[in-house]
């Protein structure tokens, strides 16, 4: 019983702590001088609207999605090329993504087609950031943003781009990868 309560004062001590460092009390936080304006607080950052409550699981498969786009965001305005690789020689679109994703270590096949056997079926209300999403019968991949846009490889004489899933007609399907 002795061992439960100090255990409980512990990581009460721990947490007021751990609050004080985040947020500091009112008034306290001016110079020795008193004149010195305080500290701004951290920026608040707001969680996404899907997660209601903190899930570590969840979050980071987020996370993860957010850094595909991110990732594959430094690519826009690379030239397309059929059959191309690399952001040196340029990017088709199932390049691109197997490109993007090779570098989150998800061995992906060259082709949309390859691409669309792999990784979990999300249907379109479904879509998050960093899923793939296909389109002519899984003829063209890209890698969606959100808001209805994702970056791709369109056609010859392109350059990789944010497209809007409504300038395709064809929406085929998605597919999902987590974090290795």
């Given at each position: 019983m002795?061992?439960i309560?100090?255990?409980?004062?512990?990581?009460?001590?721990?947490?007021?702590?751990?609050?004080?460092?985040?947020r500091?009390?009112?008034?306290?936080?001016?110079?020795?001088?008193?004149?010195?304006?305080?500290?701004?607080?951290?920026?608040?950052?707001?969680?996404?609207?899907?997660?209601?409550?903190?899930?570590?699981?969840?979050?980071e498969?987020?996370?993860?999605?957010?850094?595909?786009?991110?990732?594959?965001?430094?690519?826009?305005?690379?030239?397309?090329?059929?059959?191309?690789?690399?952001?040196?020689?340029?990017?088709?679109?199932?390049?691109?993504?197997?490109?993007?994703?090779?570098?989150?270590?998800i061995?992906?096949?060259?082709?949309?087609?390859?691409?669309?056997?792999?990784?979990?079926?999300?249907?379109r209300?479904?879509?998050r950031?960093?899923?793939?999403?296909?389109?002519?019968?899984a003829?063209?991949?890209?890698?969606?943003?959100?808001?209805?846009?994702f970056?791709d490889?369109?056609?010859?004489?392109?350059?990789?781009?944010?497209?809007?899933?409504?300038?395709?007609?064809?929406?085929?399907?998605?597919?999902?990868?987590?974090?290795?």
């Open positions: 002795r061992t309560r100090l255990l409980i004062l512990l990581l009460a001590v721990a947490l007021a702590l751990g609050l004080a460092l985040l500091p009390l009112q008034g306290h936080a001016t110079g020795a001088a008193g004149n010195t304006p305080a500290v701004p607080p951290f920026p608040r950052l707001e969680p996404e609207r899907h997660l209601t409550f903190f899930h570590p699981r969840k979050l498969r987020s996370l993860f999605g957010r850094r595909v786009v991110a990732y594959a965001r430094h690519f826009l305005g690379v030239p397309y090329r059929w059959g191309g690789s690399s952001p040196g020689t340029g990017f088709d679109c199932s390049g691109l993504v197997r490109f993007v994703y090779g570098h989150f270590g061995p992906l096949p060259h082709s949309s087609w390859g691409d669309l056997a792999h990784g979990r079926r999300v249907t209300r479904q879509l950031a960093g899923d793939l999403v296909f389109f002519y019968g003829g063209h991949v890209g890698i969606y943003v959100g808001g209805g846009r970056i490889a369109p056609h010859t004489g392109a350059r990789v781009r944010v497209s809007t899933m409504g300038a395709y007609s064809s929406y085929y399907g998605a597919r999902r990868f987590e974090a290795r």
